[in-house]
T-cell receptor, first 111, second 114 residues
Framework: AQRVTQPEKLLSVFKGAPVELKCNYS??????LFWYVQYSRQRLQLLLR??SRESIKGFTADLNKGETSFHLKKPFAQEEDSAMYYC?????????????FGTGTRLTVIP | GAGVSQSPRYKVAKRGQDVALRCDPI?????LFWYQQALGQGPEFLTY????????KSGLPSDRFFAERPEGSVSTLKIQRTQQEDSAVYLC????????????FGPGTRLLVL
């Protein structure tokens, strides 16, 4: 069965500390992996996708196919990073495509 | 340009009532998705359109849920005979033909069934 696991529902770090949000997936085939973010009172938006290998707002995510993980990392957390983060593989199926979201991790950066 | 819009933003319905939720995607986006987000959960896929064709409705939880996009732009998600378990935020997202995987989300409609 397809599954996305974000083990931490809540994560608090101090400003300037490193942060890692964990994501493990169980998927048939080779899904594409995304991280979406929802800031307070804003809509869900794309943060980054693994295929682009970009660093967005200082965040990076490395796909580890052996461990089936796609952890999101930032070396120095900022207060504006406080938000809800969702890991989301993109499932390719015959005739359709859709994102499959984890339950999310709420990150709080303490000043 | 304008992003994805949804209306109404909030809807309170009595159990058994029918509701209709509207989504206006970004102009020109061919793909449109509906998701249901229960409290404390991530969004769950409901259905997907490419233009006016509904290519996947595997996520619709029951035959009380129906979605349409007759002209390939605006979409309506209809829930008949609402139940309390239908209470959730309903999210709409759209994407364009060159990058289907990057989805742009609307603000959602928060449905409360009493």
């Amino acid at each position: 069965a397809q599954r996305v696991t974000q083990p931490e529902k809540l994560l608090s770090v101090f400003k300037g500390a490193p942060v890692e949000l964990k994501c493990n997936y169980s998927y048939s085939g080779s899904p594409e992996l995304f991280w979406y973010v929802q800031y307070s009172r804003q809509r869900l938006q794309l943060l980054l996708r693994h295929i682009s290998r970009e660093s967005i707002k200082g965040f990076t995510a490395d796909l580890n196919k052996g461990e089936t993980s796609f952890h999101l990392k930032k070396p120095f957390a900022q207060e504006e990073d406080s938000a809800m983060y969702y890991c989301a593989p993109y499932a390719y199926q015959t005739g359709a495509n859709n994102l499959f979201f984890g339950t999310g991790t709420r990150l709080t950066v303490i000043p | 340009g304008a992003g994805v819009s949804q209306s109404p933003r909030y809807k309170v319905a009595k159990r058994g009532q029918d509701v209709a939720l509207r989504c206006d995607p970004i102009s020109g986006h061919v793909s449109l998705f509906w998701y249901q987000q229960a409290l404390g959960q991530g969004p769950e896929f409901l259905t997907y359109f490419q233009n006016e064709a509904q290519l996947d409705k595997s996520g619709l939880p029951s035959d009380r849920f129906f979605a349409e996009r007759p002209e390939g732009s605006v979409s309506t998600l209809k829930i008949q005979r609402t139940q309390q378990e239908d209470s959730a935020v309903y999210l709409c997202a759209s994407s364009d033909r060159t990058d289907r995987e990057t989805q742009y989300f609307g603000p959602g409609t928060r449905l409360l069934v009493l």
